[in-house]
């Protein structure tokens, strides 16, 4: 399993950006993006299948926020924009070998990653 390491959270106001970082130390065929905010359970925000560049999105950041991959650094990175107090919270980077049509946020909620990082905070203010 690769070692993950996020980068690039911060704080923001409401309708700005924010890029977050994923360092693999490894190609890890499916990879993706979670959020813990206090009080609430871990939800999934996005999943990318690599190589196909398949992604699935939760609808709460569907057209605001993108997840890509730069293979060459093994990099999965998570490009928010038009931000909400909503989404604060600690992001997690998740990765491992997984069939493409286990690596949906549906599939991951059944069957969640072994592999995570230590998490990068996120605030957003209103």
């Known amino acids: 399993q690769g070692h993950l390491v996020e980068s690039g959270g911060g704080s923001v106001e409401a309708g700005g950006s924010l890029r977050l970082s994923c360092a693999a130390s490894?190609?890890?065929?499916?990879m993706g993006w979670f959020r813990q905010a206090p009080g609430r359970e871990r939800e999934g925000v996005a999943t990318l299948y690599s190589g196909y560049g398949a992604t699935d999105y939760d609808d709460s950041v569907k057209g605001r926020f993108t997840v890509s991959q730069d293979d060459a650094n093994n990099t999965l990175t998570l490009q928010m924009t038009r931000t909400e107090p909503e989404d604060t919270a600690m992001y997690y980077c998740?990765?491992?070998?997984?069939?493409?049509?286990?690596?949906?946020?549906?599939?991951?909620?059944?069957?969640?990653?072994?592999?995570w990082g230590q998490g990068t905070q996120v605030t957003v203010s209103s």
């Open positions: 998740a990765a491992e070998a997984r069939l493409r049509l286990l690596c949906t946020l549906g599939a991951v909620a059944l069957s969640p990653f072994r592999n």
């Open positions: 490894g190609r890890l065929l499916c």
